[in-house]
């Protein structure tokens, strides 16, 4: 059974007797089913029976309802109702819009509306470059998605993917104080996304584009970076490439090896895939094998999408050909960015002596960490309920943050390259160790860092 978590987290509102024990017979009767208690309080109180609300984290809807059959199996006991938190969490959704400026008076009103608003409308229209100054432009980014490969659940729609974009900008907001908005569009025609996201590109400062599946998010990431002015960034690309790059540097620390004398075996060729196999080979990797459904892209096999054929042109120096399993075999780094559950503890075992294992899908690892780390030095996962969680957020949020200061258009590998770099240093000599690679997502220093990085190297490509 997977752990508890507080993505499945519950509340059961209890009524049951007024005697002395009856709390700490709720909670362990919840226990005893496999809850994770994390919380108890007495809400109503009268002479014969108390009303209790237990809280607790579970692995789904069927440990639910265990729970709720173990804690309504005692005497006198009975679950008025059981509430999802995270569901809770959604009502009416994660966001909300905010006047930045007081409106108290015909005074102010006269200012940030008619008739005095129209001033500044006029200066714009003489130069349209000021609207990143006098408007939300200079601090607000589009968060772009059409629905067809959210997290692990795929093509969903635009209406499901909605929360997951809600969250993504209030994560912009809580860690680099960066406005974003959702913007979930109904078409997976890459014309009209494109048509779309430069139509509405005078309002932002900036794009993120989101969980569109591969690889028509390759060509639309490419053209609106080659028609807008404001910078372009595919965070499934690009953030997850940055915070690998960034776990990868100190993992190596902790086994004592170097980028370049390593064999890694990537596994997933899509938007992820990719991007983490151009960064790695920008930082000296030169021994990488990446694999898809089939095995191993390799140069003598014919491919008609241009980015297998860019990977076949560009890694594999070795022409090793099989299955994900047969080219472990011997491997230093595992990285992987494709479906649960595809390798076991054997095919880890099998990796070399003091081996690195990334298992990043989520929610569900291709290997179960806990099974990995019998056999590897190190073992990373996108999870939080485990140690060395690589997520995004420690990249994206101080990413478009430096962008935003910066004042520019365009992305380029030495600013991946330097966010990665300024992720990895916020853990210490002295704190690294197998179990702590890669700074927490709560670190308040991190968005910071990442920015003034991104800062950096635009000031130095001026120069």
């Known amino acids: 059974m997977a752990n508890p ?205 989101e969980d569109i599946a591969a690889p028509r998010c390759f060509e639309i990431e490419a053209r609106l970076r080659d028609e807008l002015d404001i910078p372009v960034f595919h965070d499934d690309q690009h953030g997850t490439a940055i915070v690998t790059l960034a776990a990868l540097q100190n993992a190596l620390k902790v086994v004592g090896k170097a980028i370049g004398d390593v064999r890694i075996v990537v596994s997933g060729v899509g938007a992820a895939g990719n991007a983490i196999v151009q960064l790695l080979l920008a930082e000296g990797a030169v021994d990488i094998v990446a694999c898809g459904r089939n095995g191993a892209i390799t140069r003598d096999e014919e491919y008609t999408d241009a980015h297998r054929r860019e990977l076949a042109a560009t890694t594999n120096p070795r022409g090793v050909s099989g299955t994900l399993k047969e080219v472990l075999v011997g491997a230093d780094v595992f990285i992987g960015v494709s479906a649960p559950n595809i390798l076991d503890e054997n095919d880890i075992a099998g990796m070399a002596e003091d081996a690195i294992v990334f298992a990043m899908a989520n929610p569900t690892p291709e290997v179960d960490p806990i099974v990995a780390s019998r056999h590897a030095a190190v073992v990373a996962t996108g999870r939080s309920d485990f140690p060395n969680q690589i997520n995004n957020v420690l990249a994206f949020p101080g990413f478009f943050r430096g962008l935003l200061d910066a004042g520019v258009s365009d992305i380029t590998p030495p600013m991946l390259v330097a966010a990665a770099q300024a992720i990895a240093d916020r853990v210490g000599d002295d704190e690294l160790n197998a179990s702590f690679i890669i700074p927490s997502v709560f670190d308040p220093l991190v968005a910071g860092a990442v920015a003034d990085a991104i800062v950096r190297v635009v000031e130095s490509s001026k120069e």
Request: charge should be negative; aromatic fraction near 4%; glycine fraction near 8%.
């Open 5 to 209: 978590g507080p993505g499945n987290s519950i509340t059961l509102r209890i009524d049951a007797p007024s005697n002395f024990h009856v709390t700490s017979e709720l909670a362990a009767a919840a226990a005893a089913a496999g809850a994770a208690v994390t919380a108890l309080d007495v809400v109503e109180s009268h002479p014969a029976t108390i009303v209790v609300d237990l809280t607790c984290n579970t692995t789904g809807e069927e440990h639910a309802e265990q729970i709720r059959a173990a804690v309504e199996g005692l005497q006198g006991v009975t679950v008025r109702a059981v509430s999802d938190r995270t569901f809770l969490m959604h009502l009416g959704g994660k966001l909300e819009v905010v006047p930045s400026v007081p409106l108290r008076n015909r005074d102010d009103l006269s200012r940030a509306y008619t008739p005095g608003v129209a001033r500044v409308c006029m200066a714009i229209a003489e130069d349209k470059s000021k609207a990143r100054n006098l408007t939300v432009k200079r601090n607000t980014i589009a968060v772009v998605t059409d629905g067809t490969a959210v997290l692990g659940l795929g093509d969903i729609g635009p209406e499901a993917a909605l929360p997951v974009m809600e969250g993504k900008a209030a994560l912009f907001k809580q860690f680099a104080n960066v406005d974003a908005w959702p913007v979930c569009l109904d078409t997976k025609d890459t014309e009209e996304i494109i048509k779309i996201v430069k139509a509405i590109a005078p309002v932002y400062g900036g794009v993120n584009l």
